[in-house]
């Protein structure tokens, strides 16, 4: 072979050598990042590590649910027994929570979403301490999203309504209804409730406690009250073991 020719397919060589070597750094360089297409990711929190939550509506309505060290969970705003299964949804809910698109890379104005206040403010404490919230607005004109929103992320996010419906909870959607028992020690008022399992007990021990207008379909085992309550307990609707001529 000539040297020319020689030179020439040296440098050919060497070229598709280098193309050969900074394709393979370019694809190693996209590996374990998200396409350029994929939906903006609002939340991934570890669902084991997650110890509480808190869901706070915009009418003042507080629920806070915690997880003891077995893995129970238990509502103690109100303090109640907890469906275990309707606490896990919450947490798995955020474990990849994504979102429609980003709408705003630095949202300032957030009560036009309706953040501020939000519908739900919703607060994850992990078992370091460590706190997440995210905050859910409005609807989006076309009704099929809703504005969020994560403290402390400038960016603004709809999100499909199928996420927000999964965390805006109270307790009468994440109490046991299968071993309920109500404890209250101050002004207690249970009322225009419909309990439709095995209710265990009522324990009032305030001077005026309140239980009215409830239904008990299958019974409560006891309503305990405290010498000299005077309880006012009417308009209840007892199937089952209560002697609805003592409590209404």
């Known amino acids: 072979m000539k040297p020319a020719r020689l030179l020439i397919a040296a440098v050919l060589l060497a070229g598709l050598s280098a193309a050969v070597y900074f394709s393979n750094k370019s694809e190693a360089a996209k590996e374990g990042k998200p396409a350029a297409d994929?939906?903006?990711k609002i939340l991934s929190l570890d669902e084991k590590n997650v110890a509480q939550f808190?869901?706070?509506k915009r009418d003042g309505t507080d629920t806070v649910a915690k997880k003891d060290?077995?893995?129970k969970w238990s509502l103690i705003t109100p303090a109640m027994p907890a469906d275990q299964n309707a606490c896990n949804a919450v947490t798995s809910a955020v474990t990849a929570m994504t979102a429609d698109r980003v709408v705003d890379e630095n949202a300032t104005d957030l009560s036009s979403y309706g953040l501020a206040p939000a519908a739900d403010t919703v607060i994850f404490t992990m078992k370091d301490g460590k706190k997440t919230t995210l905050l859910i607005g409005d609807g989006t004109p076309t009704g099929n999203n809703v504005y969020a929103k994560v403290d402390g992320d400038p960016k603004l996010y709809?999100?499909?309504?199928f996420n927000r419906d999964s965390l805006d909870k109270d307790a009468k959607q994440l109490r046991d209804d299968n071993a309920l028992s109500i404890t209250s020690q101050d002004t207690p008022e249970v009322s225009n409730s419909a309990f439709l399992r095995n209710t265990l007990s009522i324990v009032c021990n305030s001077s005026s406690p309140r239980i009215v207008s409830n239904e008990f379909k299958n019974g409560i085992t006891e309503i305990d009250l405290v010498s000299g309550v005077s309880p006012e307990?009417?308009?209840n609707l007892f199937v089952g073991n209560r002697d609805t001529?003592?409590?209404g």
Do not use: F, Q, R
């Open 69 to 71: 060290d077995s893995g």
């Open 245 to 247: 001529s003592l409590y």
């Open 158 to 161: 709809t999100m499909a309504n």
């Open 54 to 56: 808190e869901i706070k």
């Open 233 to 235: 307990v009417s308009h």
């Open 38 to 40: 994929a939906a903006p």
